[in-house]
């Protein structure tokens, strides 16, 4: 695709995030008239059989695409990744104790903001490495009595993630285990035999912002605090199909075009997730194995829990950071800033971005080198 400059640059950003094209190329074409209905989608009401219809396809897309199990529920909501970070403690603490593994800037986050509902417990940290690799879960000192367990499964900021998720009940937790996956959510499956909760914003990887996903196991509904907000009260949105208030409808139709475009993907004989997980590997080693075949780019981050979403990298020589940002956008290549708390650079190669994306950064990165050498 092509814009009045020429072809449409790569964009990594970290969020809001680059999207298939052919997804915002089929939101243009309904734009003003959705399947003949004379209305776009964001003129329906939500309650109306047109909005119904693409609201069910999405949920059911969405549990076919995660091999979501039948006793999940599926929840669209507003309030993003730092909404759920109060939502959740509000729906799962009853007041008690929740265990906190902080790992990077996001989980730090969820465990401030749980502090105000509940007994907020660090059981573990990997402050004093810098957040660059991931504490083992054999020294998690989980509690006996903890309502649930927070993990953020991939550290947007740090470039951290998980490569399988931790198994609780192995650990001798009976907690269920809570999982802030927005930034790599539907990149990879998910084991769902040790999960309770998982949430996450759709602007990393599903679509627009203003869309929260939250996928929640049936026996941890109805246990809210009394202070919870109706509208954040997992259980009635539960009870309502996600329509309890005015669910964000544009983020669930652009988020279901997007589900429809993850199923059709292949990768040789694998399709679906399983087809873009193939992919992300294939984009992340590339990029990394580049960074670490030079001296002239480093990346800090122990390499067993590299995020396969988000990399941050760093130019031996900081005084060339601004020269290379210059070059990058020149080069079509944009979003590259590192976040302010970590400084250098960052590029987020989410499900959207192709490997051409990043065989693009990769040889330009090698002609920067080359030029300064
Ligand atoms: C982006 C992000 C958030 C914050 O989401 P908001 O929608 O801005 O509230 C939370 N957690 C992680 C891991 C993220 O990447």
Redesign the pocket.
Known sequence: MTTAAGPRPYNFS??PAAMPEAVLQRAAAEMLDWNGSGMGVMEMSHRGKEFGAICAQAEADLRELLAVPSQFHILFMQ???????AIVPMNLSRGGRADFVVTGS?SI??HKEARRYCEAAVVASNAEDGHTRLPDPAGWKLSADASYVHV?T????NGIEFQQLPDLAALGSKAPLVI????HVASRPVDWSRVGLAF??A??NLGP?GL?IVIVRDDLLGHALEICPSAFNYKTVADNGSMYNTPPTWGIYVAGLTFQWLKAQTEGALTGVAAIQARNVAKAKLLYDFIDGSDFYLNKVDPGCRSRMNVPFFLADEARNEAFLAGARAAGLLQLKGHKSVGGMRASIYNAMPLAGVQALVGYMREFERSRA
Do not use: P
Request: net charge negative.
């Open positions: 970290a969020g309030g993003g990744g730092l909404g759920e970070n996001w986050k969820s953020c991939n550290e947007t900021i802030d996956f927005s930034s996450g914003g602007q990393k912002a929260t």
